[in-house]
């Protein structure tokens, strides 16, 4: 890429005055323009190994106070995003290190880079729905159901046994029998 | 047992909730990864919250406006771990050749950068004692020469805390002596060894009474 350099006006969320600054267009401006660009992709990708929203949004604020600090912005974006899933990879091992004491999901700086690459969008697609849905479609019917209901439907476990004419107790059954099997539909896939 | 504390974590999921912690058994990681990942199809909570977004970033914005000293202080243990890795950090992302007994305490101060590190250029583990108490973070940075610095909190006010490294081939090596003042101490070291051979760290009392426990991730 041909270099160029540019004045960018640097707006800030709070509304602070803005301010110019001469910058590389590979790289960010500022720390806020590295927050803005990369929040919403960061937050997305911890959520989608994690599952949950607290546990996310601690994670996802960890790895920009550890990132931020030291960031030096003389990087280009891609070696700034790079530094960002390091850090984010580092902060999800110690997650589960402390919540679990074995990783059950993980952040690989090489493989997920395209999840915060460009093009810089807040819908960008998950594959979460399409590989959930080649999960549950391995499934036995009774199995399927009482996952989705549970997972996608956001039944509690009582609305799902009522749902499905079965007690609480085999529903937790069908529950954990349809997870192992999903698990092992999901292994499958993988491979 | 351990089915019932699964299932409890698994609630948690569905309902949207932190889940709790519990020593989990490698047989159930593939069925947690698969209730992560039926979760995270559920639309909605993919998408961050925009308080969430707006008060992280007043929270970084006065991280920013801090004095450098004030952010590598020890006293949050959580913190002082992402601080921690934040400076070794940092280091790595000025390059060159680090003094490896320079203290932390200041920041860098030149601005002149020349890459990130690399993914595999640093490790971190976290010392905790026998009982899951936090005392302390390690850092090592695979380099030339490569380095190793942590920094621990205890109950006692002054005194030394040694550190071994602990090889993967089970041989041990000598990190230092950390000097206590206040109830808590640093080291910052040269390693004659490639980082990825560490498998942990151990720190001893004066005693030779094992204090806490690190592995590296």
Redesign the interface.
Known sequence: MPFARRVVRSH???GDPARLRVVDPEGYAD??AV?RDN??RL??LM???????????DL???V????????????SKG??R??L???A???L??HW?????????SID??SDLASLAEPSK?EDP?D??Q???K??AALPDRYRRI?EL???E????KEAAQAMNVSVSNA?VL??RA??M???A??ELEQ | MS?RR??SF??????????G????D?ED???????????????G?????EQ???D??????E??NSS?AA?VHPLRMR?A???L???A??VA??GGTFVATESFDQ?PAT???V???H?DA?R?G?FETPKGEVLGQIVAYNGHPSWVYMNVGVSQSTGTVMCMLQLKDGSIVAAGTIEIHGGTGELSKSIPVDIHRLRGAQLFSSTGAVLASA?F?
């Open positions: 800030s969320i709070t720390w806020e927050y929040i919403d937050y997305r959520y989608a190994r994690v599952g949950n929203r607290p546990d996310a949004e996802t604020s960890e920009f106070r550890t990132a931020l600090g030291p960031l030096r912005l003389a990087s070696e700034v790079s530094y899933l390091t850090t990879q580092t902060v091992a110690s290190r402390r919540t679990l004491g074995l990783p059950v999901t700086p090489e807040t998950s979460a729905p590989r959930a849905g999960i549950l996952l549970r997972f996608l956001a039944c509690t476990i937790k529950q954990h997870l192992r999903a698990a092992k999901g292994l | 089915d699964l299932f698994i609630d948690a999921l569905v309902a949207g909730r932190r889940p912690a519990f020593k989990a490698p990681a593939e069925v947690l990864r698969t209730a992560i990942a039926l979760r995270a199809a559920r639309p909570d993919a998408t961050p919250d969430f977004v707006s992280l970033y007043q929270s970084l914005a991280q920013a450098p952010n913190r771990r992402t601080v890795v934040a400076v950090a940092s992302l000025i920041s601005n002149a950068a890459g990130v590190p993914r640093l971190t976290t592995t991730a």
